[in-house]
Nanobody, 126 residues
Framework: QVHLVESGGGLVQPGGSLRLSCAAT????????VGWFRQAPGKEREFVAT????????YYAEAVKGRFTISRDNAKNSVDLQMNSLKPEDSAVYYC???????????????????WGQGTQVTVSS
């Protein structure tokens, strides 16, 4: 069983940066496809970014492409999400999710992920 714990959320000003971390236990992140999703109040959960296992291909939602970077830290067995140039519309609860054997066409689909963290709040406001 894979257990995920997110950290790093908080309040940041527009244009600022924040780094989220997803610490995993039960499986190495190198062998696990790990994605980030977010959900704002009253809205559906949406895909943010994913790093695929082994080959480490990355995928981003158009809304965050060029601003966010997903990466693995094998020493910490974690997956990080570096968020730059943050906008108020980035405010949401951010969730880390993991799965194995997820095909490329399903990487943006939250239903394809088997394990989820508790979420961490990100608020972008002045």
């Amino acid at each position: 069983q894979v257990h995920l714990v997110e950290s790093g959320g908080g309040l940041v000003q527009p244009g600022g940066s924040l780094r989220l971390s997803c610490a995993a236990t039960g499986r190495t992140v190198s062998s696990t496809t790990v994605g980030w999703f977010r959900q704002a109040p009253g809205k559906e959960r949406e895909f943010v970014a994913t790093i695929k296992r082994y080959g480490s291909s990355t995928y981003y939602a158009e809304a965050v492409k060029g601003r966010f970077t997903i990466s693995r830290d094998n020493a910490k067995n974690s997956v990080d999400l570096q968020m730059n140039s943050l906008k108020p519309e980035d405010s949401a609860v951010y969730y880390c999710a993991a799965g194995v054997g997820i095909i490329t066409s399903s990487l943006r689909n939250d239903a394809a992920y088997d394990y989820w963290g508790q979420g961490t709040q990100v608020t972008v406001s002045s």
